[in-house]
């Protein structure tokens, strides 16, 4: 089929590995044996291209990075005992390279909805896709659209009324919307059925084959002494071998008679093992680096196998995303990636600032009005992030509404500043873009990194010239994804330009002429398969009435959707974002599934992909909302999100997500367009439990904070792995507090103060980009109980300009706190006579791979002496290191003996270098998996 020959990764998959075709295996034995020549590939890999994925830290036990992956998933098969994505999640843990047997789904939990029943109360309409909306709407003559079936419900009257759907796709071409006379109202799966709700339309092109242009014909170059693989993994994306030729030609000859194939690199016979490999970069990506010994060519010319269809008969304004056979195709771009949802950075990205700049902020360099409330403040327990600070338009323009934090003129913490985005780009033809010059390049975007991969920005480019040998991009919109500006981009691609329409799987809609082009690798071409196009962003709005203090007049009471699929919503990011609260995101207030002034409302074993916004979001008044059982896969942005509202700093109005309950999901593979996304993201939410997920393979942190307030959230007992393997300076979990909010949440009265945060027996690794340890309470953030967790590679990370961060009961194995460490103090919190605002870290344990690493590392003033002012209060725990050898950093070196004898660590012990086995087994007990 044309989706086997392509490169598409299946949730049953290794995460950032493909589904291969039997030819293409038989070149990844030829890439085992040859490239690797007699190079064992024993144990979990890693990417030496991707400087986020790295192996464990030097010293670790040899035995311990298969021994936390088999434990992990231990404690997935705990937590979710009938998960049907086990195989999925020990292929993310790269079991099977630890000899581990992949397991196989029984047919008990492959059943969908299994333990769905029909409704026994109330009135039921059913739906099935071959029904009829004239009909009576009984199991045996269902209504054929949802909408209908509502609609026929209201006229009913009643509460407790049901929408039963049977197996099949319901494509809405227009949003659902749910109302307060929808009492109790569930729309639930068939039992034993699979429905889904799309938000694609399903194109029936009639395709045309493109003959090739003949005013640009199809011409190779070859460069001796060039090398276009340098220092790339061969075992790894994006390189495939192709054979091993005796001559450049061969190689050549080989490159030419593979689809898609566009570069090549041949080693000559003086490289050992590597003599005579030819290979490819199934990126397409000409980054020539000179090296004797090497000959390198690329193809020049029109693309093959393109075809083109007009669609001026569907009605459709663009198309943004394109699915084939359900998979996503990609909007044609530089550098290609064989999938959008495969590729980690740095595949695909033009990562060469050479020759590169980026043009002056066009936005306001400050805001129009700057907002500071002094009073209340929160000088009684911090020493930063005090006042409640917002900057109103000017810089801050370019977001909807125009205000926020990072547009103040007083911004504070890590890299501060105000507000500012870069207006356009310059980049050589030759090299960053070697399709250009570009004819009409108006709509394409520039995806970028901001500087130090804390977020992606798109831009939308409204203006374009030729300088020279440079292709200028110009752009008026977008760079919001991200609430931190900066003058520059770091890494970059563009997409949605005709002359980058190269590679399979590729496509490029023109609007004007309403013409679809689309590039197959199969002589077959494109007919036979399906096409779908995602227009809907919004697939279902749950929405009560207006607001009241604390309350709602008419909220949403009782909403359930039940066992029921939801997939590609369309792409969102390039519309209005808003800074939400102190942190570092941007956000749409809006999701395939939006949720506003409910009380009750349900989502539970539903499963959302493809989605290429949000999927699911509770935005202000949102009272004990349950998401439970789902699975999120394959997701463009933020999977599940909660937003509340506030005036300015007081939300004691209520108007925001209390008592949220998340239980029980699945989240993987998200984020592939913008890179600062998470299984959760909150702001202005409080009292959210976060129970028994699990969360892997995601570009940044899996759970996000963006604030603190109110207080009271609870995570327990999540596996999180696989966080930031896109970006750094993170954990799997993530937190922020920069802003002051006044909540009623601790006491029933207006107070700064929140309610205290619990992180309780989860197991988080900190691998990857993740630097910041396992809880990365990052600037500002306060009041965390942290107890009884298994962390892998993250130690504790304390004060950051916060304080009661509270550690106890932890295991730390082989941490790292922006570099190793047990515990890293970035500024002691200030001195307080009743010692309220005190950090801990207290009866925890902590295994350092090597000798002479610090068990504690101080930032700023520090003495041994002065104890009233070592504000971290510490003591019981247990020390382990190689010969019993660790540091001790407070105002300077100071040995272990004499930091104990100091009288702030009581109790502390130091003990020799366990095994893995021994850590396993301290984690067993601590978590009973």
């Given at each position: 089929?044309?989706?086997?020959?392509?490169?598409?990764?299946?949730?049953?998959?290794?995460?950032?590995?493909?589904?291969?075709?039997?030819?293409?295996?038989?070149?990844?034995?030829?890439?085992?044996?040859?490239?690797?020549?007699?190079?064992?590939?024993?144990?979990?890999?890693?990417?030496?291209?991707?400087?986020?994925?790295?192996?464990?830290?030097?010293?670790?036990?040899?035995?311990?990075?298969?021994?936390?992956?088999?434990?992990?998933?231990?404690?997935?098969?705990?937590?979710?005992?009938?998960?049907?994505?086990?195989?999925?999640?020990?292929?993310?843990?790269?079991?099977?390279?630890?000899?581990?047997?992949?397991?196989?789904?029984?047919?008990?939990?492959?059943?969908?909805?299994?333990?769905?029943?029909?409704?026994?109360?109330?009135?039921?309409?059913?739906?099935?896709?071959?029904?009829?909306?004239?009909?009576?709407?009984?199991?045996?003559?269902?209504?054929?659209?949802?909408?209908?079936?509502?609609?026929?419900?209201?006229?009913?009257?009643?509460?407790?009324?049901?929408?039963?759907?049977?197996?099949?796709?319901?494509?809405?071409?227009?949003?659902?919307?749910?109302?307060?006379?929808?009492?109790?109202?569930?729309?639930?799966?068939?039992?034993?059925?699979?429905?889904?709700?799309?938000?694609?339309?399903?194109?029936?092109?009639?395709?045309?084959?493109?003959?090739?242009?003949?005013?640009?014909?199809?011409?190779?170059?070859?460069?001796?002494?060039?090398?276009?693989?340098?220092?790339?993994?061969?075992?790894?994306?994006?390189?495939?071998?192709?054979?091993?030729?005796?001559?450049?030609?061969?190689?050549?000859?080989?490159?030419?008679?593979?689809?898609?194939?566009?570069?090549?690199?041949?080693?000559?016979?003086?490289?050992?093992?590597?003599?005579?490999?030819?290979?490819?970069?199934?990126?397409?990506?000409?980054?020539?680096?000179?090296?004797?010994?090497?000959?390198?060519?690329?193809?020049?010319?029109?693309?093959?196998?393109?075809?083109?269809?007009?669609?001026?008969?569907?009605?459709?304004?663009?198309?943004?995303?394109?699915?084939?056979?359900?998979?996503?195709?990609?909007?044609?771009?530089?550098?290609?990636?064989?999938?959008?949802?495969?590729?980690?950075?740095?595949?695909?990205?033009?990562?060469?600032?050479?020759?590169?700049?980026?043009?002056?902020?066009?936005?306001?360099?400050?805001?129009?009005?700057?907002?500071?409330?002094?009073?209340?403040?929160?000088?009684?327990?911090?020493?930063?992030?005090?006042?409640?600070?917002?900057?109103?338009?000017?810089?801050?323009?370019?977001?909807?509404?125009?205000?926020?934090?990072?547009?103040?003129?007083?911004?504070?913490?890590?890299?501060?500043?105000?507000?500012?985005?870069?207006?356009?780009?310059?980049?050589?033809?030759?090299?960053?873009?070697?399709?250009?010059?570009?004819?009409?390049?108006?709509?394409?975007?520039?995806?970028?990194?901001?500087?130090?991969?804390?977020?992606?920005?798109?831009?939308?480019?409204?203006?374009?010239?030729?300088?020279?040998?440079?292709?200028?991009?110009?752009?008026?919109?977008?760079?919001f994804q991200g609430a931190r500006g900066s003058n520059n981009g770091a890494e970059w691609y563009v997409e949605n330009i005709q002359e980058e329409l190269d590679y399979p799987m590729e496509f490029f809609y023109?609007?004007?002429?309403?013409?679809?082009?689309?590039?197959?690798?199969?002589?077959?071409?494109?007919?036979?398969?399906?096409?779908?196009?995602?227009?809907?962003?919004?697939?279902?709005?749950?929405?009560?009435?207006?607001?009241?203090?604390?309350t709602h007049r008419d909220p949403v009471i009782g909403f359930k959707l039940l066992g029921v699929g939801i997939r590609d919503a369309a792409m969102t990011y390039m519309e209005p974002h808003s800074m939400p609260?102190?942190?570092?995101?941007?956000?749409?207030?809006m999701a395939a599934i939006f949720f506003e002034s409910t009380v009750g409302s349900t989502v539970e074993n539903c499963i959302f992909t493809r989605n290429d916004g949000i999927a699911a979001m509770l935005s202000?008044?949102?009272?004990?909302?349950?998401?439970?059982?789902?699975?999120?896969?394959?997701?463009?942005?933020?999977?599940?999100?909660?937003?509340?509202?506030?005036?300015?700093?007081?939300?004691?109005?209520?108007?925001?997500?209390?008592?949220?309950?998340?239980?029980?999901?699945?989240?993987?593979?998200?984020?592939?367009?913008?890179?600062?996304?998470?299984?959760?993201?909150?702001?202005?939410?409080?009292?959210?439990?976060?129970?028994?997920?699990?969360?892997?393979?995601?570009?940044?942190?899996?759970?996000?904070?963006?604030?603190?307030?109110?207080?009271?959230?609870?995570?327990?007992?999540?596996?999180?792995?696989?966080?930031?393997?896109?970006?750094?300076?993170?954990?799997?979990?993530?937190?922020?507090?920069?802003?002051?909010?006044?909540?009623?949440?601790?006491?029933?009265?207006?107070?700064?103060?929140?309610?205290?945060?619990?992180?309780?027996?989860?197991?988080?690794?900190?691998?990857?980009?993740?630097?910041?340890?396992?809880?990365?309470?990052?600037?500002?953030?306060?009041?965390?109980?942290?107890?009884?967790?298994?962390?892998?590679?993250?130690?504790?990370?304390?004060?950051?300009?916060?304080?009661?961060?509270?550690?106890?009961?932890?295991?730390?194995?082989?941490?790292?706190?922006?570099?190793?460490?047990?515990?890293?103090?970035?500024?002691?919190?200030?001195?307080?006579?009743?010692?309220?605002?005190?950090?801990?870290?207290?009866?925890?344990?902590?295994?350092?791979?090597?000798?002479?690493?610090?068990?504690?590392?101080?930032?700023?003033?520090?003495?041994?002496?002065?104890?009233?002012?070592?504000?971290?209060?510490?003591?019981?725990?247990?020390?382990?290191?190689?010969?019993?050898?660790?540091?001790?950093?407070?105002?300077?070196?100071?040995?272990?003996?004499?930091?104990?004898?100091?009288?702030?660590?009581?109790?502390?012990?130091?003990?020799?270098?366990?095994?893995?086995?021994?850590?396993?087994?301290?984690?067993?007990?601590?978590?009973?998996?």
């Amino acid at each position: 089929s044309l989706q086997s020959c392509f490169w598409v990764h299946d949730a049953h998959h290794d995460a950032g590995t493909t589904t291969q075709s039997d030819s293409e295996s038989e070149m990844t034995v030829i890439l085992l044996e040859v490239a690797l020549a007699a190079v064992a590939l024993a144990g979990p890999q890693y990417d030496d291209a991707n400087p986020y994925n790295k192996p464990p830290p030097v010293g670790t036990d040899p035995d311990f990075d298969c021994a936390w992956r088999k434990a992990a998933f231990a404690y997935a098969k705990k937590i979710q005992p009938e998960s049907r994505q086990m195989a999925a999640i020990h292929d993310s843990l790269q079991l099977s390279a630890c000899g581990e047997s992949r397991p196989t789904t029984v047919e008990s939990t492959a059943t969908p909805n299994r333990n769905l029943s029909l409704p026994r109360g109330g009135n039921t309409i059913y739906v099935a896709p071959d029904g009829s909306d004239s009909a009576t709407g009984t199991e045996a003559a269902p209504l054929a659209s949802v909408h209908a079936a509502v609609n026929k419900l209201r006229g009913l009257g009643g509460s407790g009324n049901t929408v039963v759907l049977r197996a099949g796709v319901y494509r809405f071409t227009s949003t659902l919307e749910i109302g307060p006379m929808d009492v109790n109202l569930t729309i639930q799966a068939y039992p034993g059925e699979q429905p889904w709700i799309s938000g694609a339309v399903e194109l029936k092109p009639t395709w045309t084959a493109m003959p090739p242009n003949p005013s640009k014909p199809v011409t190779w170059q070859t460069y001796v002494g060039v090398n276009d693989v340098f220092a790339l993994n061969f075992s790894l994306p994006p390189i495939k071998v192709l054979g091993k030729p005796d001559s450049a030609d061969e190689c050549a000859a080989l490159c030419k008679e593979m689809t898609g194939c566009t570069v090549w690199t041949w080693h000559d016979q003086n490289h050992g093992s590597y003599a005579n490999i030819c290979v490819t970069r199934t990126d397409g990506l000409w980054n020539p680096t000179k090296e004797s010994g090497h000959t390198s060519g690329r193809r020049m010319g029109p693309v093959e196998n393109a075809w083109v269809a007009d669609l001026s008969a569907a009605g459709l304004t663009d198309i943004t995303g394109l699915r084939v056979d359900g998979v996503r195709a990609t909007r044609a771009r530089y550098p290609n990636v064989p999938s959008i949802e495969t590729n980690l950075f740095p595949l695909g990205w033009i990562t060469s600032q050479s020759g590169v700049s980026w043009g002056k902020p066009i936005l306001a360099p400050a805001p129009e009005v700057n907002i500071e409330v002094s009073e209340p403040n929160r000088g009684f327990m911090m020493n930063e992030f005090q006042n409640f600070e917002l900057g109103v338009r000017g810089c801050c323009n370019n977001f909807e509404p125009q205000e926020g934090y990072w547009c103040s003129d007083k911004t504070s913490g890590g890299g501060a500043f105000t507000y500012r985005i870069p207006s356009s780009i310059s980049a050589p033809i030759n090299s960053s873009l070697p399709n250009a010059p570009y004819k009409n390049p108006t709509g394409a975007i520039v995806q970028a990194f901001r500087p130090g991969h804390w977020a992606s920005w798109m831009f939308e480019v409204d203006d374009f010239a030729t300088d020279g040998n440079n292709q200028v991009l110009k752009w008026t919109k977008g760079g919001f994804q991200g609430a931190r500006g900066s003058n520059n981009g770091a890494e970059w691609y563009v997409e949605n330009i005709q002359e980058e329409l190269d590679y399979p799987m590729e496509f490029f809609y023109d609007k004007a002429e309403q013409k679809l082009y689309f590039v197959a690798n199969t002589s077959a071409g494109p007919n036979g398969h399906s096409f779908e196009a995602p227009q809907l962003q919004d697939l279902i709005k749950v929405i009560g009435g207006s607001p009241t203090r604390g309350t709602h007049r008419d909220p949403v009471i009782g909403f359930k959707l039940l066992g029921v699929g939801i997939r590609d919503a369309a792409m969102t990011y390039m519309e209005p974002h808003s800074m939400p609260s102190g942190g570092d995101w941007g956000l749409q207030r809006m999701a395939a599934i939006f949720f506003e002034s409910t009380v009750g409302s349900t989502v539970e074993n539903c499963i959302f992909t493809r989605n290429d916004g949000i999927a699911a979001m509770l935005s202000g008044y949102n009272r004990e909302g349950v998401l439970r059982g789902n699975e999120a896969v394959w997701n463009g942005e933020t999977v599940f999100a909660g937003w509340g509202y506030t005036d300015n700093m007081d939300g004691t109005s209520g108007e925001q997500p209390r008592g949220t309950l998340i239980e029980g999901n699945l989240c993987h593979e998200l984020g592939h367009f913008e890179k600062q996304s998470s299984c959760w993201f909150q702001a202005k939410t409080a009292l959210t439990t976060l129970r028994k997920n699990i969360m892997m393979n995601g570009p940044r942190a899996l759970i996000n904070f963006n604030d603190g307030f109110g207080g009271g959230n609870v995570i327990e007992e999540n596996l999180m792995f696989n966080a930031n393997r896109e970006t750094s300076d993170h954990g799997p979990f993530n937190s922020w507090d920069r802003q002051p909010y006044l909540t009623e949440i601790l006491n029933g009265t207006a107070s700064l103060v929140p309610v205290a945060n619990i992180i309780n027996r989860n197991f988080m690794v900190a691998n990857y980009g993740s630097n910041g340890g396992c809880v990365d309470n990052d600037d500002g953030s306060s009041f965390y109980n942290i107890t009884y967790n298994f962390f892998v590679f993250g130690g504790h990370k304390s004060d950051f300009n916060g304080h009661s961060k509270l550690s106890w009961g932890n295991i730390n194995v082989y941490p790292s706190v922006y570099g190793t460490k047990c515990v890293g103090i970035f500024g002691l919190p200030n001195p307080d006579p009743e010692n309220r605002w005190n950090e801990a870290y207290v009866n925890n344990t902590c295994i350092l791979p090597e000798a002479n690493q610090p068990y504690l590392d101080v930032t700023g003033p520090c003495s041994l002496k002065n104890r009233s002012a070592f504000t971290v209060t510490m003591g019981g725990n247990k020390v382990y290191a190689p010969n019993k050898s660790v540091t001790v950093s407070c105002g300077g070196a100071v040995a272990f003996a004499d930091f104990i004898a100091s009288g702030l660590d009581p109790g502390t012990s130091l003990y020799d270098a366990p095994t893995a086995a021994e850590i396993i087994a301290w984690g067993q007990a601590l978590l009973e998996w």
